[in-house]
């Protein structure tokens, strides 16, 4: 299931059940779980490790060198879970030792065609990258967020669980959970509630969420005011916690 014309490195660690196409290239220090499927015209270097069952598609570029001036060659590494599809033209790229030294991809992620993910990002699980998404470094993804065509995500941004952008996004701020973004830059256009009914939220945990979003985008009042009004709300649900927490810990500031 390795085409004889596909050049595997000694060094390679290849699991069970693993397919690779012509012309593609593994290099040394690379490991590829079972039952993974890598297309032709794939070139993956190491340090890099990939987990069991993911689609590789052609003309991917997985575990090359940071794209950082600061990177002098330190064998930092790559790691992307399983199930994951990577379409056509994707540039996945190693840590630097300044930010920790490993970039990081979970499990189950959808990743469409002309993707970037940029060295020492995070990104969780069940996400959707629609075609030319780009992230800049250090980026930490959380789980099932949807990124629009060719939005693109400044360095050190977070971006919240369950959120989505629209096509074309760019932003220099965090993107607290559960909202929909969109623009150059980004501004928030309320609260992702098709996506929180498709993963079966209850009534009660969406409701907590609108007067979460009304206190800090709609009622006029002062950041710090509409903090401490969403952490007084009577009975929050965990939705609610998480939606504080991630703003009380944002660096960069939050979309608003």
């Given at each position: 299931m390795i085409h004889p014309q596909a050049i595997i490195n000694p060094g390679a660690k290849i699991g069970k059940n693993v397919q690779i196409g012509a012309f593609s290239i593994i290099g040394a220090e690379v490991e590829i779980g079972d039952g993974t499927w890598i297309g032709p015209h794939v070139v993956i270097n190491g340090p890099t490790q990939i987990g069991r069952d993911n689609r590789i598609y052609q003309f991917c570029s997985l575990g090359e060198g940071p794209q950082h001036l600061g990177y002098k060659s330190?064998?930092?590494l790559l790691e992307v879970g399983d199930r994951n599809i990577i379409r056509e033209y994707c540039t996945f790229n190693r840590g630097t030792v300044g930010g920790g030294g490993v970039t990081?991809?979970?499990n189950d992620?959808?990743?469409m065609a002309y993707c970037h993910v940029a060295h020492d990002c995070r990104v969780g699980q069940h996400t959707?990258?629609?075609n030319g998404t780009s992230l800049a470094g250090h980026v930490h993804v959380e789980d099932q967020v949807i990124f629009g065509g060719f939005t693109?995500?400044?360095q050190y941004c977070h971006v919240g669980a369950h959120s989505m952008t629209g096509i074309s996004t760019v932003t220099f701020k965090d993107i607290p959970p559960y909202l929909l973004v969109s623009g150059n830059t980004a501004i928030p256009h309320g609260l992702n509630i098709r996506g929180l009914k498709?993963?079966?939220?209850?009534?009660q945990s969406i409701s907590s969420l609108r007067q979460a979003y009304k206190l800090l985008y709609k009622s006029g009042l002062r950041f710090s005011e509409a903090i401490e009004r969403i952490g007084q709300m009577a009975d929050p649900t965990p939705e609610v916690r998480?939606?504080?927490d991630f703003i009380k810990r944002s660096e960069r500031g939050?979309?608003?």
């Open positions: 330190e064998p930092t990081r991809m979970g992620n959808f990743i959707i990258f629609a693109m995500i400044h498709r993963r079966n939220f209850s009534e998480h939606f504080l939050i979309v608003r």
